[in-house]
């Protein structure tokens, strides 16, 4: 059975310093799995991927994940966060027709 | 191009009403999906689609109904609003398979009292 956990439910940062947001995911197969982001009142627009290619994966506005199948991670980070980065983030397994969705992670951003 | 459009954005249901929720996509995907949201919570998969006329259940399909009668199209039926079914909404679509990107709606609130 495929499933991810979110290990914050709540991150928050000060503007210009590293996100890290924590993801482990289990899977019977070699996993795809992927980073979205939700801002508010928006629909889930796709950070990155990971389908068993490269092990870093870069993403769109900065942000990149390494799959680790030793720790059965794919943690998503930032180097500096942003104000526009203040959104849900949800790590997300694929399995046989559909995605499994973690229960997601909010990151804000101080000033 | 629009992407995947639903309408309505918001709803409020008395107990017991019925709706459909829509849902339009443009890409020409085949595959599509309904998803809701509750509080605190992951997306789960209430219905999906692999092409016209095909359907099939995700992990929540209880209280809902699907059809598609066309590439673009796959609304969502309430038949019997109960307030467990309080939440919100997503329609997405996707080129093929789940490993392959879903784009998602806006989102329907929808509220049951």
């Known amino acids: 059975a495929q499933s991810v956990t979110q290990l914050d439910s709540h991150v928050s940062v000060s503007e210009g310093t590293p996100v890290l947001l924590r993801c482990n995911y289990s899977?019977?197969?070699?996993?795809?799995l992927f980073w979205y982001v939700q801002h508010p009142n928006k629909g889930l627009q796709l950070l990155l991927k990971?389908?068993?290619?490269?092990?870093l994966v870069k993403g769109i506005n900065g942000f990149e994940a390494e799959f680790k199948k030793s720790e059965t991670s794919f943690h998503l980070t930032k180097p500096s966060a942003h104000m526009s980065d203040a959104a849900e983030y949800f790590c997300?397994?694929?399995?046989?027709?559909?995605?499994?969705f973690g229960t997601g992670t909010r990151l804000t951003v101080i000033p | 191009n629009a992407g995947v459009t639903q309408t309505p954005k918001f709803r409020i249901l008395k107990i017991g009403q019925s709706m459909t929720l829509q849902c339009t996509q443009d890409m020409n995907h085949n595959y599509m999906y309904w998803y809701r949201q509750d509080p605190g919570m992951g997306l789960k998969l209430i219905y999906y689609s692999v092409g016209a006329g095909i359907t099939d259940k995700g992990e929540v399909p209880n209280g809902y109904n699907v059809s598609r009668s066309t590439t673009e199209d796959f609304p969502l039926r309430l038949e019997l609003a109960a307030p467990s079914q309080t939440s919100v909404y997503f329609c997405a679509s996707s080129s093929g398979l789940a490993s392959n990107e879903q784009f998602f709606g806006p989102g329907t609130r929808l509220t049951v009292l």
């Open positions: 990971y389908t068993s290619a490269a092990t």
């Open positions: 899977s019977s197969y070699s996993p795809s």
């Open positions: 997300v397994v694929r399995g046989a027709n559909n995605l499994f």
